[in-house]
C-alpha cells in the first residue's frame, strides 16, 4: 500500500509570449473563502501554504455578465466535485481495500 501524502504543485511555463501559471491543490490543507458582500466586490480564494488562488470581478470592476457566467461555473464544478467525493468516500468507507486495489492497479 502507498502513502498518499498531500502536496500543492506549481508550475509557470511562457509559450510563444504567453505565461501560464497552474496550480494544482492535492491536500485536503486548502481553504476556501469568498468575500465582499455590502457593495464590495465578491472574491473567491482557494489557498494552502504553499499557494493561493484567486478569483474575482474582470479587471477588479463592476460585476459583469460574464462574471455571473463563471460564477455559475464555479458553483457548478463544486457541486459536481462535492458529489464526487462523498459517493467515492461513501464507497471507500463501505470497501477499504477498494482504494488500495485502485491504485495497484494503476501501478500495473
Do not use: W
Request: charged residues 25%.
Amino acid at each position: 500500500m502507498s502513502e498518499h501524502k498531500p502536496y500543492t504543485y506549481v508550475t509557470a511555463s511562457i509559450r510563444e509570449g504567453v505565461t501560464r501559471f497552474d496550480v494544482s491543490f492535492c491536500t485536503s490543507e486548502v481553504s476556501a473563502k469568498a468575500f465582499g458582500g455590502d457593495g464590495e466586490r465578491p472574491f473567491l480564494t482557494l489557498s494552502s501554504t504553499e499557494a493561493q488562488m484567486t478569483v474575482t470581478t474582470t479587471g477588479g470592476g463592476p460585476v459583469t455578465e460574464r462574471d455571473v457566467n463563471l460564477a455559475r461555473e464555479i458553483f457548478t464544478a463544486a457541486a459536481r466535485y462535492l458529489a464526487d467525493c462523498e459517493r467515492l468516500h461513501t464507497e471507500q468507507s463501505t470497501n477499504p481495500h477498494q482504494a488500495d486495489e485502485s491504485e495497484q492497479g494503476k501501478a500495473a
